[in-house]
């Protein structure tokens, strides 16, 4: 499961990059407008600071100006990927835009029977909401099970996308399920490296290592 980076603050990703384990990063309208830029020069920042996909995310409403502008989004980068919504109009466009050539981010998944008709138009990717579809008291982690299932069965090429995860075990649990792809908020991201025994057996190890370099300079 490759893990991406969900935000579109640069130094966040400019971090998590410099791990080695950053994969890909999504954005969406909300993120981007919390940078308080354009959001053309956003985007080409993120895309020349990320070798993996870098999903950008379509704002008309309506098929024909959606597939006009997810065709300026693909050519800003290689990498970029152009999401669209689960609506009709984004399924309409989105279906354009496959038979052209570029890849796209089916977003704002919240059902199995949702996900099928973005694999059905030849989606690249597909983004189930699990945080958000465990807000209105329904279980996001089945959903996403369900949808990993189905895609097995019919031999869809989509890769399942795990989107809105709020915690470290969303993402465990995500990639158990059989999710390509967890995209987190840069706070979930930080907190999978955490653990208090990684804490506990660093100092102890410091310590040891400090007594030993005290004793050597003793004895000599």
């Known amino acids: 499961m490759r893990l991406f980076l969900d935000t579109a603050d640069i130094e966040e990703i400019r971090e998590i990059n410099r ?32 070798d993996g996909d870098v999903s950008l995310e379509t704002t008309e409403p309506e098929a024909g100006p959606m597939y006009e502008q997810g065709l300026r989004l693909s050519q800003m980068g290689p990498n970029a990927v152009v999401k669209v919504p689960m609506t009709p109009a984004g399924l309409q466009a989105g279906s354009r835009l496959v038979k052209d050539g570029v ?76 999710a390509d792809i967890a995209t987190l908020p840069f706070d979930v991201f930080t907190k999978l490296v955490k653990h208090p025994l990684t804490d506990v057996g660093l100092q102890k190890f410091d310590q040891d290592w400090n007594a030993l370099q005290r004793e050597l300079k003793g004895g000599a």
């Open 103 to 178: 890849r796209i981010n089916v977003t704002l998944v919240f059902s199995p029977a949702q996900a099928i008709l973005a694999a059905e138009i030849g989606a690249y990717i597909v983004s189930p909401f699990l945080g958000r579809i465990d807000d209105v008291a329904s279980d996001g982690m089945y959903a996403l099970r369900q949808i990993c299932e189905i895609y097995e069965v019919q031999g869809y090429e989509t890769q399942v996308l795990a989107a809105s995860l709020r915690h470290p075990m969303h993402v465990v649990e995500a990639a158990l399920a059989g």
């Open 19 to 50: 791990w080695g384990v950053l994969r890909g990063v999504t954005t969406n309208p909300t993120l981007v407008e919390r940078e308080k830029q354009d959001p053309e020069r956003v985007w080409k920042e993120i895309l020349q600071e990320v």
